[in-house]
Structures are given as C-alpha cells and as structure tokens.
C-alpha cells in the first residue's frame, strides 16, 4: 500500500538544536603558530572558551627558600663604627642592666663590640645577682670578664692563651685587679665602655706562677727562718766579743 499524501507533510515535533552545537568547530578553531616572536605581544591571542588555566598543584608550585638565622656572635667582628646602646626594655631587648664593651685589642688596635646581658651569662651558666636577688652583671669579677672572653676567643686574633691569666685588662688607663668587681672598675650602664685587652707572653706568666708557689711554700712554714741543710737552727751572720 502507498503512503497517504497528509503523512509526508507531517511537521518534525523534534525541538530545534541551537546554533552553537550545530557548528561545534567554529568556536574551536586552532590558534595559528607564531614563529616570529615580536608577533607575540601584537597579535592576538586565541584561547578557547570553557578552558581556564587551572591554578598550579602543589607539588608544581616552588618550594620556598630557607632563610637561615644566624645568631649573633658574643664578641662580634672589628668595626669602625660606634657601638649602638641597646634600647629601653620592653622594646624587643632582655629586661635589666646590659653591659657593653668595645674590646680594643693593644695587638692589632681592632674593635670589638661585645654585649653582657642576662642571656648571655646564663647561657655560659654564670650567676650575677646583687643583694636583693636581682639581676645585676656589673657584681662579676674581672677574672670572671677574662674567662668569658677567653671562652669566646675569636679566631682571627693572636693564639689563645693557656689560661685566662694571660688577658691583661685596662680600662680609664690602669690594670683591672682580678678580685674587683666590675661596679668598683668604673663601668658605665649608659655608654659603651673601651677596654684595652693584651695578652701576656707566656714567660712572663710562667714566671707569675712560679713566683706565687714560691710564696706559698714560704708562708706554710709560718714565717720562720728554715734551718740548715744538716738540720742546725741559722745562726747570727756577726758575733760581738767581750773582753
């Protein structure tokens, strides 16, 4: 049987596509190489829409540099320049008095700021304490300053000494006496202190000790004159005689 005529004339119930997926391939067109580079930045660019970048993973993105914080050094470097006070506390710097020495070596006439505070004596396991318990670094000895710059010796200077009896110490031009502390040395708490520093020739300190045994051995024998080689008591060196 053939097909009615009405059948053919029959509308499409199907719904019209629209016109950007009838034409898929107009939107996607290739962008054209550049082979001259100067075209680069006048010619545009093609990129396909629906394709942004995607944010860079994690393990793509750099890794970050290390930044290394040295700490600072006891006795710092030879500078020219004027050792800066430390501020007020509360802004950044230990609570209580600070000392602070410029150490001119006699040797090579260099400077060296040096800096005592709280953490630096208690990190060397030094007690500086007044009578009220407080922290106060100006109660320590000047041998006690001879051992903490003996212990920080910088490279760059002459030999360490055997002991920190070889370090000469001078401040307001006299010798500073083992036994001082450093309040009776005339120390100031608001400006740097210049300290002259040399270094005994290790004669001479052979020669102190074996001058200070010496007197020991003296003075345990109370004073007394010592007896003989064969064990007499010492004699008058003069006689007198009476006719």
Avoid at 13 to 39: G, K, Y
Avoid at 139 to 165: C, G, N
Wanted: hydrophobic residues 30%; proline residues 13%.
């Amino acid at each position: 049987m053939g097909s009615l005529p009405h059948e053919q004339a029959r509308p499409s119930m199907e719904p019209p596509q629209p016109s950007f997926v009838t034409a898929p391939t107009e939107a996607h067109v290739e962008a054209p190489q550049i082979t001259d580079r100067r075209e680069q930045f006048t010619r545009p660019q093609f990129i396909d829409e629906g394709t942004d970048p995607l944010p860079p993973t994690p393990l793509e993105m750099p890794a970050p540099a290390l930044i290394r914080q040295e700490t600072a050094e006891p006795i710092g470097p030879s500078t020219d320049l004027p050792t800066p006070m430390p501020q007020t506390p509360g802004f950044g710097t230990p609570s209580g008095p600070v000392i602070t020495i410029n150490l001119l070596l006699s040797s090579t006439g260099t400077r060296h700021p040096y800096r005592i505070d709280q953490k630096y004596l208690a990190k060397r396991n030094v007690t500086a304490e007044n009578d009220n318990g407080e922290f106060d670094p100006f109660v320590i000895s000047v041998y006690t300053l001879k051992e903490l710059i003996w212990r920080d010796w910088r490279e760059e200077w002459e030999p360490r000494p055997s002991s920190p009896a070889a370090i000469r110490l001078i401040h307001f031009g006299r010798f500073l006496d083992d036994k001082l502390p450093l309040k009776d040395c005339r120390f100031s708490d608001s400006a740097p202190n210049v300290v002259h520093m040399s270094v005994k020739p290790q004669e001479v300190l052979d020669d102190e000790e074996n001058a200070k045994s010496a007197k020991g051995k003296g003075s345990s024998s109370g004073g007394r004159p010592s007896r003989g080689g064969d064990g007499e008591e010492p004699t008058a060196g003069c006689r007198c005689i009476i006719l």
